[in-house]
């Protein structure tokens, strides 16, 4: 996070106790893309991603949500508010080890974006 922050602002907002047909806070719906990262979602490549992140940049996106489900899967009522799918694996990881693999893939993307080398 402490690298990722150099590049854009970045904050954790872990949800406890979802139910099944509450959606997002009210506050994470005036973001410019809710992404929800499902098994089924589309994989990327990490010059894909960047490319995406630039892309959405360069169309006015500023705030970018990335929710990731529950133990049992994505409630239903964020299901129905997620406009984009993503899939990091096939496998299923600990809510701790996919927020750092993204996290990771996120930092790649802007290190890409500005010119380091870091993905090689």
Excluded at 13 to 42: H, M, Q, S, T, Y
Excluded at 91 to 105: D, G, K, P, V, Y
């Amino acid at each position: 996070m402490k690298r990722l922050s150099r590049h854009a602002t970045v904050e954790l907002c872990p949800i406890k106790n979802w139910k099944d047909d509450e959606g997002l806070p009210a506050r994470f719906l005036k973001a410019g893309k809710i992404v929800g990262l499902f098994v089924e979602g589309r994989q990327r490549t990490s010059q894909e991603l960047s490319q995406q992140l630039q892309q959405w940049m360069n169309s006015g996106v500023s705030h970018l949500v990335l929710v990731i489900g529950a133990a049992e899967g994505m409630p239903s009522g964020v299901a129905e508010q997620i406009r984009e799918k993503w899939s990091l694996s096939q496998l299923t990881f600990s809510h701790q080890l996919i927020r750092l693999l993204l996290l990771e893939a996120l930092y790649r993307s802007f290190d890409m974006l500005h010119g380091g080398r870091y993905h090689k």
